[in-house]
Antibody, heavy 121, light 108 residues
Framework: EVQLVESGGGLVQPGGSLRLSCAAS????????MNWVRQAPGKGLEWVSY????????YYADSVKGRFTISRDNAKNSLYLQMNSLRDEDTAVYYC??????????????WGRGTLVTVSS | SYVLTQPPSVSVAPGKTARITCGGN??????VHWYQQKPGQAPVLVIY???DRPSGIPERFSGSNSGNTATLTISRVEAGDEADYYC???????????FGTGTKVTVL
């Protein structure tokens, strides 16, 4: 079955760190660019970060630049998000999402179920 | 940064047509994609490249894009179409994905 499964969410204090993981299965993970997208409680979707299939290209939303680091291990079919200096406003469900489409016309064709990150003292 | 504006809510009777707009500066020059999200679930792609449907998405879902407005149209609306809908584009000027503000569709 083609799927993405996130893990690593939880409760963390402001200023703390957390590492999210996303396990891919059912498709050739190394052929796809991947993303993290988040959704604060009761709010809309917000793109967080992108990584190309070979890790050669990485993008971040301004809201997380300098604090979050995206990475992947193609041998383990896994995507990661290292989150440092966490703030209250980082509280959200974090989704792993697969990229599809041609350059400049990308969209997300496969999503995980998400993992909840709560930043609170 | 690029901004996509959607109406907060749209209400429609069963069997009627719902139209959800997504406004952005010269959005017609971009490729627009649409997602459906039901409560407690992950988003699902329903339209890509302005008007293409992924396999498994009913023909009742269609899309268009021109000028400053993209539109998702849901024909013959069913109770199961009740959900939040988001448009999305890639903004090459900022190397970022942009989502619309989201529209809650209520089936009366």
């Amino acid at each position: 079955e083609v799927q993405l499964v996130e893990s690593g969410g939880g409760l963390v204090q402001p200023g703390g760190s957390l590492r999210l993981s996303c396990a891919a299965s059912g498709f050739t993970f190394s052929s796809y660019s991947m993303n993290w997208v988040r959704q604060a409680p009761g709010k809309g979707l917000e793109w967080v970060s992108y990584i190309s299939s070979s890790s050669s290209t990485i993008y971040y939303a301004d809201s997380v630049k300098g604090r979050f680091t995206i990475s992947r291990d193609n041998a383990k079919n896994s995507l990661y998000l290292q989150m440092n200096s966490l703030r209250d406003e980082d509280t959200a469900v974090y989704y792993c999402a697969r990229d599809s489409g041609t350059v400049g016309y990308w969209y997300f064709d496969l999503w995980g179920r998400g993992t909840l990150v709560t930043v609170s003292s | 940064s690029y901004v996509l504006t959607q109406p907060p809510s749209v209400s429609v009777a069963p069997g009627k047509t719902a139209r959800i707009t997504c406004g952005g500066n010269n959005i017609g020059s971009k490729s627009v994609h649409w997602y459906q999200q039901k409560p407690g679930q992950a988003p699902v792609l329903v339209i890509y490249y302005d008007s293409d449907r992924p396999s498994g998405i009913p023909e009742r879902f269609s899309g268009s894009n021109s000028g400053n407005t993209a539109t998702l149209t849901i024909s013959r609306v069913e109770a199961g179409d009740e959900a939040d809908y988001y448009c999305q584009v890639w903004d090459s000027s900022s190397d970022s994905y942009v989502f619309g503000t989201g529209t809650k569709v209520t089936v009366l």
